[in-house]
């Protein structure tokens, strides 16, 4: 079985984007369309090995829920879909790296690939 990616984001185009590229990559991928869906997601699903969250969306972003899950013991790399560079992401603590928008697809795929199939330094 792949590891498994859950992607949050509020936006139904940029879901089904990263749904269909990881599922190209042969990497499963959950989906949540909220920072509530994706809380639920976590704790429903074992063998999570990312998380990449809107930082941008209605009620609750992408901040407030890797705050929430690093408070609560969890984890898991969470990587910040960003719309513009901002320091205040990198000061809370709580993102493994940030991927900016207009998102390019090899830099995603290097990042998630050092995240789930990390390199032994040699």
Known sequence: MSATV?????D???RDM???????????CEIASSAYEAMYKVDK????????????????????????????GIDIPIVALVDSPNNS???CGCFFDTLSKPIDLKS???????????????
């Open 89 to 91: 992401i990198h000061e």
């Open 108 to 122: 995603v795929k290097i990042l998630v690939d050092d995240i789930i199939n990390p390199q032994p330094v040699v």
């Open 6 to 10: 859950l992607f949050v984001d509020d």
């Open 18 to 28: 990263f749904y269909a590229v990881f599922e190209l990559w042969g990497i499963k």
């Open 45 to 72: 699903f074992i063998g999570l090995k990312m998380i990449i969250t809107d930082t941008d969306m209605p009620g609750k972003g992408g901040v407030e829920l890797a705050q929430e899950l690093k408070s609560s």
């Open 12 to 14: 139904p185009a940029t």
